[in-house]
T-cell receptor
Framework: GAVVSQHPSWVICKSGTSVKIECRSL??????MFWYRQFPKQSLMLMAT?????????EQGVEKDKFLINHASLTLSTLTVTSAHPEDSSFYICSARAGPPDTEAFFGQGTRLTVV | RKEVEQDPGPFNVPEGATVAFNCTYS??????FFWYRQDCRKEPKLLMSVYSSGNEDGRFTAQLNRASQYISLLIRDSKLSDSATYLC??????????????FGKGTHLIIQP
């Protein structure tokens, strides 16, 4: 299958700092990328959907000013957690899709963020 | 009511047995259906898409019942390597508006030797 690379795989940061997570589709052009968050023993929750070159669409309850998403090219999307707090500690995972919604979405390896 | 509901398990099943998972979804506008597999601390990977006509891939069979808003996954002749969490996933996209996958919490399967 296609490869989606997410970096870093884990990060520890101090409260109040910002963290950037990158998501790259290595062997295909991703028209749509998604960012999810997963708390322990919970399901993956969609945070936002982004199409290349346009603003991301955020799910209800997700602060767009706190979770900045940039999808500048067909192979790269970034999620920046600004002014991180301990409650932002979670597993963040991206996925990318080359075709319409009934086609497969490929997932990155995820980023485990710990805010101390 | 949760959008996608699954029995979390764990299901402890002897190797070689047949096991079935069920999933219900609440949004009747859901258009696309999938089963993903997630190993511990790994990313989800597509196991199979689910079609109204039902589909089979080797030991795996998926069924969709739109009227009952119900999806199933059957694993025959289970292997130790089938141990994982199985995620029921739907997408309500219908040509415009919201996109993105909605995940169930997953069903944890443990195949015992």
């Amino acid at each position: 299958g296609a490869v989606v690379s997410q970096h870093p795989s884990w990060v520890i940061c101090k409260s109040g700092t910002s963290v950037k997570i990158e998501c790259r589709s290595l062997d295909f052009q991703a028209t749509t990328m998604f960012w999810y968050r997963q708390f322990p023993k919970q399901s993956l929750m969609l945070m936002a959907t982004s199409n290349e070159g346009s603003k991301a669409t955020y799910e209800q309850g997700v602060e767009k000013d706190k979770f900045l998403i940039n999808h500048a090219s067909l192979t790269l999307s970034t999620l920046t957690v600004t002014s991180a707090h301990p409650e932002d500690s979670s597993f963040y995972i991206c996925s990318a899709r080359a075709g319409p919604p009934d086609t497969e979405a490929f997932f990155g390896q995820g980023t485990r963020l710990t805010v101390v | 009511r949760k959008e996608v509901e699954q029995d979390p398990g764990p299901f402890n099943v002897p190797e070689g047995a047949t096991v079935a998972f069920n999933c219900t979804y609440s949004n009747s506008a859901s258009q696309s259906f999938f089963w993903y597999r997630q190993d511990c601390r790994k990313e989800p990977k597509l196991l199979m898409s689910v079609y109204s006509s039902g589909n089979e891939d080797g030991r795996f069979t998926a069924q969709l019942n739109r009227a009952s808003q119900y999806i199933s996954l059957l694993i025959r002749d289970s292997k130790l390597s089938d141990s994982a969490t199985y995620l029921c996933v739907v997408n309500i996209w219908s040509g415009g508006g919201a996109d993105g996958l909605t995940f169930g919490k997953g069903t944890h399967l443990i195949i015992q030797p």
